[in-house]
């Protein structure tokens, strides 16, 4: 990709929702190669998916020869981004900020090239230039030079405002300043033009772009990206447990694989354009195979493959493929007490002295019956007999088999199985 093609790439792509000067943009960044920022508020020790879009136009600028900036938001973190929340943000201990500012940098890694040269990304956090600041000297350097009116037309103040159950504190109403004088800082030191964010940052960024208007005479450009969701408008990233994390401890490598493996058929061309570095060409393709056969998944298949790959590294697309393999029939075999629960979440489990695999073992007959899926000695021995029963999802039609140690699937748990579906979970406790 081009430096000059970068708009266009991102437009095909369904990335760009505004533009603050659409004739314009495109001609700056088809001169030479520019610098452009995200800010990431550290409100949590992980990011979403929903970080993903504007991680992914950073990715995009930077695979086009431009230098990206990734902020992470120490400074405004501690007062809270009012955009798109009803009501006030919690406000974090420093404590807390300082890790959650420190993982999502570590994160952050993982998308952009630091290294690269001449268009190495940078890795910026706004606290060390907003600590500077004096309450005093803020006001008198920054705060005269934005207009109270102006800031009450932006939409994440208005939406605020009109609320009778919840109002709006002078702290978050201060939040679009902070974001504002980022920009101009970013424009004054790094030479930073151009600022990328969700569709919910317009009335940031564009604060930014009036401040350096007044205090430097500068023109500088915004753009956003659309709000990630479903066919019928609501949000996607939501799990039964949250949020879709980035982080393996929050959303395992299985369970973020598995999220877009069963994404609606209508969502796979947008997301495998959001997503993944896939070309206009191989797109297209994965696209008609979906379409022709859509009971295939095919679409679904490459995008949790290629999303997983990006997120969690071929090892957690190793694991996740795994894990996947096990729900039809694969074999069960070193995995941990974790990944077993993520795969097996609404299959009963029942807890058993660990002592029972030792010495001559559990016999099967008798695991069976305690994993209920027989309702006798006799009927688990003729279920073995008939080749219908299964450890770990390996056949076992030895009616006199035990279970010892060695037939673990990880720290404490053996999977039973009878038929093609009928699962039982034994845990071997103490």
Not at 9 to 30: S, V, Y
């Amino acid at each position: 990709m081009l430096a000059g093609n970068v708009y266009e790439e991102l437009r095909w792509r369904g990335l760009i929702h505004q533009c603050t000067d659409e004739e314009a943009l495109p001609k700056l960044l088809a001169e030479r190669p520019r610098t452009v920022y995200a800010g990431f508020d550290p409100t949590a020790d992980s990011l979403h998916v929903g970080h993903l879009m504007a991680i992914m136009v950073l990715r995009r600028f930077q695979q086009a020869g431009h230098r990206p900036i990734a902020l992470v938001g120490g400074a405004t973190g501690m007062i809270g981004d009012p955009s798109g929340k009803s009501e006030e943000r919690k406000l974090l201990a420093l404590e807390e900020l300082r890790h959650n500012v420190e993982a999502v940098a570590q994160q952050l890694r993982r998308f952009l090239d630091f290294d690269r040269q001449p268009n190495g990304a940078l890795l910026l956090n706004n606290y060390d230039w907003m600590s500077r600041f004096s309450f005093l000297d803020f006001l008198r350097e920054v705060g005269k030079h934005v207009p109270v009116n102006v800031m009450l037309t932006k939409d994440s103040v208005k939406a605020r405002l009109e609320r009778s159950d919840a109002g709006l504190s002078y702290t978050e109403f201060s939040y679009m300043l902070l974001q504002a004088y980022d920009f101009v800082y970013l424009y004054q030191n790094y030479g930073c033009e151009i600022q990328v964010g969700g569709s919910d940052q317009w009335g940031n960024i564009t604060a930014g772009i009036d401040l350096a208007r007044r205090l430097l005479g500068v023109q500088l450009y915004g753009l956003t990206c659309p709000l990630l969701t479903k066919s019928d408008g609501t949000k996607m990233g939501k799990t039964e447990s949250g949020a879709l994390w980035l982080d393996p401890r929050k959303t395992s490598p299985y369970q973020f694989y598995q999220y877009w493996i069963n994404v609606e058929d209508d969502v796979v061309e947008k997301c495998l354009k959001y997503f993944t570095d896939l070309s206009r060409q191989e797109i297209e393709v994965v696209v008609a195979k979906h379409l022709a056969q859509p009971e295939k998944r095919l679409g679904q298949r490459r995008l949790a493959q290629e999303l997983t790959r990006l997120v969690h590294g071929e090892e957690g697309l190793a694991t996740a493929e795994r894990a996947t393999a096990i729900l039809f029939g694969g074999e069960i075999d070193r995995l941990t007490d974790r990944e077993l629960g993520e795969i097996f979440h609404d299959v009963p489990s029942h807890a058993v002295s660990r002592e029972r695999l030792h010495g001559e073992g559990l016999p099967l007959v008798e695991a069976l019956c305690l994993a209920g899926l027989a309702k006798s000695k006799s009927d688990a021995r003729r279920i073995i007999q008939q080749g219908g029963a299964y450890v770990n999802n390996r056949r076992v039609t030895d009616p006199d088999a035990r279970l010892t140690p060695s037939d673990l699937a990880s720290e404490t748990t053996i999977v039973l199985r009878t038929g093609k579906k009928h699962y039982g979970l034994l845990r071997f406790e103490g």
